[in-house]
């Protein structure tokens, strides 16, 4: 793509712009690195890419910037997080080209935080691309912005309590526990062509792959009870309708759905399910049936954001339970044996609510996948994540 570009002399743009030589890292929080990422992300992302000598604000040869550096990638990251209010996260920067002729790709999101602000003493500015050149905002462009943003926020949260209501009403329609996930990304897709049939099969099938990672074959897995191989068309989603329809398998009814603007709604009967040793009832929950079914959910997300091209989602796990009974989040002892001593009676249980950045590094996403699970049964009262054991970070990937 950068000979292509090169040799098409490709212009400059409001989401392209061409860099010859590399800022000296220690340099970058003090360069104009800063400000043209910040300028990008005003106008929805795009990309600096350095290696690249232009004229006339065209692309005309290559130049070596060197191999891949990976004090030099922290240094970019953390300038875009230090140096800018607030933070751009997500930076992505790739090394293409082989030796003696590689070039730096430095990928910016879009964001919903718009305006990003420049601090230079103290004074601050916010600025933007205007076709091939970074040019300040005015006061009016600002206050814009800053409407902007808190709409967008209102109108987040809104569409949030939509979906998650919707398969509260739709699914979760039986007297035992329930839980009920669902996930929206801040920047929803604006792919134009709808996910086809295919499309949504090869996101329920890469999701079983995901939720093995996260929490292994044992357990209780809701994405095990659903068609992920014939997904159902819904209202601007697809569905993987329940499975568990026998007699025998009713206590593991499930179902799924991935939206066409790459939003995830999962829920499952989570009361009263089995195991090998023991029945529960109905108010009562495994505190392991929790940690599956978030991985399951997590699972979704991560396939469905890799398929879209997504990032932050604003993510909800509840559990909705119309038994009088208080509900209990138990575990089991160490010879696998159910525990309740811990278990903290919950009339309500509190939905959880966090941001997920769905397309972050394996390990970093296998983290959050636990830190969510242990929010979720933390309100039980129960201490211990059982199924979900990401490695440490600094082991390597997950």
């Not at 230079?120 to 933007?128: I, L, M, Q, S």
């Not at 209780?220 to 068609?227: A, L, Q, T």
């Not at 499952?268 to 495994?286: A, P, V």
Request: hydrophobic share 40%; glycine share 8%; aromatic share 8%.
């Amino acid at each position: 793509m950068i000979n292509a570009a090169i040799s098409a002399e490709l212009a400059e743009a409001d989401d392209l712009d061409w860099k010859s030589e590399l800022i000296p890292v220690k340099n970058l929080p003090q360069s104009d690195f800063p400000k043209d990422v910040a300028a990008m992300a005003n106008r929805g992302g795009g990309l600096l890419i350095y290696g690249v000598k232009e004229v006339a604000k065209k692309a005309t040869s290559r130049v070596d910037v060197g191999g891949f550096d990976e004090r030099y990638e922290a240094a970019l990251l953390s300038a875009a997080v230090t140096a800018i209010t607030p933070p751009v996260f997500n930076l992505r920067a790739y090394w293409v080209g082989e030796p003696g002729d590689t070039v730096l790709a430095v990928v910016i999101p879009g964001t919903s935080d718009v305006p990003h602000l420049i601090y230079r003493g103290e004074y601050f500015g916010a600025p933007v691309r205007n076709d091939a050149m970074t040019v300040w905002m005015k006061e009016r462009q600002v206050e814009a912005l800053y409407r902007a943003r808190f709409d967008e926020r209102r109108r987040s949260t809104e569409a949030l309590d939509s979906i998650y209501d919707e398969a509260v009403r739709n699914w979760a329609n039986t007297s035992r526990a329930w839980l009920v996930a669902a996930a929206r990304p801040q920047l929803p897709s604006a792919n134009t062509v709808r996910p086809d049939r295919d499309d949504a099969r090869a996101v329920f099938e890469e999701a079983k792959k995901n939720t093995l990672l996260y929490a292994g074959s044992g357990g209780i897995h809701p994405i095990e009870s659903v068609e992920t191989t014939n997904p159902r068309p819904g209202l601007r989603r697809w569905v993987a309708a329940n499975s568990a329809i026998t007699d025998s398998l009713k206590w593991r009814e499930s179902w799924a759905a991935i939206h066409h603007d790459g939003s995830v709604t999962l829920a499952t009967g989570i009361g009263g399910q089995r195991t090998s040793r023991y029945q529960l009832e109905e108010h009562q929950i495994d505190s392991a049936a929790i940690e599956t079914a978030v991985s399951d959910f997590m699972g979704l997300v991560r396939a469905t954001s890799e398929r879209l091209g997504l990032g932050e989602y604003d993510v909800r796990v509840g559990i909705q339970c119309t038994v009088p009974t208080p509900l209990h989040i138990q575990t089991v002892d160490g010879q696998g044996f159910e525990f309740r001593d811990n278990s903290t009676p919950l009339v309500r249980y509190t939905p959880v609510e966090r941001t997920v950045v769905a397309d972050s590094d394996p390990l970093d996403f296998y983290w959050q996948v636990h830190d969510l699970a242990e929010d979720c049964i933390n309100q039980g009262g129960i201490t211990t994540v059982r199924m979900i054991r990401p490695p440490e970070r600094d082991n390597g990937g997950a």
